[in-house]
């Protein structure tokens, strides 16, 4: 069956150390990857994607990813967390064939950072 | 410009009721999905719309049914509301085709007791 796995459900970390997720799908074929992050009391947002090309992705805030097929994982990093980083992270995938609409999610990891 | 809004913000239903959840997508956006979010999980695709056709589907049972509007709203219903039927539904709109993201609205925190 497809899956999608965040490693890790919390994580408190200290402003200005170094953020990495990890994410793993089980999917045959070609995907699309995205990490979104739910601040508290606000939407999903999308922090970033990868459809193709350059395997390591920048997105917003100063959060990169980067695609390594062989290992079917998309691990989401930040060298220098902040405060306001605090939020819950998820990691999604869909099949390249299918509509951007239909994603599967992780269950994401809850990131507190404390000042 | 508004983003995606959705109606109500919460709401409390019985068991065995009937709900009717409601999306208006972000302007622009023709294609509207919906999630389910229960507590401490991530999003489940329940189904997409576009052209006021269902589109695709998740693994949801026959009691989750929806709508689309000319104007590209959409709703939601749910019958025979179950206990674990409690949870966040969120909907996400997008321009129709591959390529694209899909932006979600706050979502509609639904109570079934």
């Known amino acids: ?115 | 410009d508004a983003g995606v809004t959705q109606s109500p913000t919460h709401l409390i239903k019985t068991r065995g009721q009937q709900v009717t959840l409601r999306c208006s997508p972000k302007s622009g956006h023709d294609t509207v999905s919906w999630y389910q979010q229960a507590l401490g999980q991530g999003p489940q695709f329940i189904f997409q719309y576009y052209e006021e056709e269902e589109r695709q589907r998740g693994n949801f049972p026959d009691r989750f049914s929806g709508h689309q509007f000319p104007n590209y709203s959409s709703e939601l219903n749910v019958n025979a509301l179950l206990l674990g039927d409690s949870a966040l539904y969120l909907c996400a709109s997008g321009s129709w085709g591959a390529g694209t993201e899909a932006f979600f609205g706050q979502g509609t925190r639904l109570t079934v007791v």
Request: aromatic share 14%.
């Open chain 1, 1 to 115: 069956a497809q899956s999608v796995s965040q490693h890790n459900h919390h994580v408190i970390l200290s402003e200005a150390a170094s953020l990495e997720l990890g994410c793993n799908y089980s999917y045959g074929g070609t995907v699309n990857l995205f990490w979104y992050v739910q601040y508290p009391g606000q939407h999903l947002q999308l922090l970033l994607k990868y459809f193709s090309g350059d395997p390591l992705v920048k997105g917003i805030k100063g959060f990169e990813a980067e695609f390594i097929k062989s290992k079917f994982s998309f691990n989401l990093r930040k060298p220098s967390v902040q405060w306001s980083d605090t939020a819950e992270y998820f990691c999604a995938v869909n099949r390249a064939t299918d509509s951007w609409g239909k994603l599967q999610f992780g269950a994401g990891t809850q990131v507190v950072v404390t000042p």
